[in-house]
Structures are given as C-alpha cells and as structure tokens.
C-alpha cells in the first residue's frame, strides 16, 4: 500500500514560515503531479499548490507569492514551503500524490494531514 508520510506542520505565529514535507513509499509505477490541499474548520478542501512530474507549478490565488512547492524525485518527497503566513492559513494541510502504474492507470493518495495553525 503507498504510503505518504507529512511532516512540519505546527503553531506559528502571523508572519512566520513553515516547510512542510510529504515522503512517498512503498509505490509501484510512477509519481505524477504532487500537491498540497487544506481544509479549515467548516470548509471544503481547496487546493493550495501543486506541481507536476516536469517540474510546472500551479498555485491558489492567497498563496501567490508567499508560498513555494518543490519536489525532490530522488527522494519522493514534495515540499510546501510557506512565508508570511496569515491566520486565514490555519487549516489541515493534506498531501497528494497521483502515481501512475505500470498500466498506465493512474491512482490518487492522500496523506494523512498535518495542522498549520497561525496566531495573530
């Protein structure tokens, strides 16, 4: 079973900055896009980045320019680096990844979540 393992999330305050880290293992085939979702209390999950196999990045609109994803393919992991944040960033950050099997059939996983909490 793949497994995706987040790391880095925690309390900080307005202003301050997170990486957070999402290792891939135990897959078979290969990862395509890679991103970052978040979900507020009371809210849907939105998509805050995401950045495919080649390297092209796509970012939510709040986050232009304050937030950056990256990804290590030697390693599998994806990365959200995250500066000046803002309270209205408080949420559960979710990774996701699409792999793509040896049949070229593609399959989503999440991560299991890791809290960003910003304080005023």
């Known amino acids: 079973q793949v497994q995706l393992v987040e790391s880095g999330g925690g309390l900080v305050q307005a202003g301050g900055s997170l990486r957070l880290s999402c290792a891939v293992s135990?897959?078979?085939?290969?990862?395509?896009?890679m991103g970052w979702y978040r979900q507020a209390p009371g809210k849907q999950r939105e998509l805050v980045a995401t950045?495919?196999?080649?390297?092209?990045?796509n970012y939510e609109d709040s986050v232009k320019g304050r937030f950056s994803i990256s990804r290590d393919n030697a390693k599998n992991t994806v990365y959200l680096q995250m500066n000046g944040l803002k309270p209205e960033d408080t949420a559960v950050y979710y990774c996701?990844?699409?792999?793509?099997?040896?049949?070229?059939?593609?399959?989503?996983?999440w991560g299991q979540g890791t809290q960003v909490t910003v304080s005023s």
């Open positions: 996701n990844v699409v792999v793509a099997s040896p049949f070229r059939v593609e399959f989503d996983y």
């Open positions: 950045i495919t196999s080649g390297g092209t990045t």
């Open positions: 135990r897959y078979i085939g290969s990862i395509n896009a």
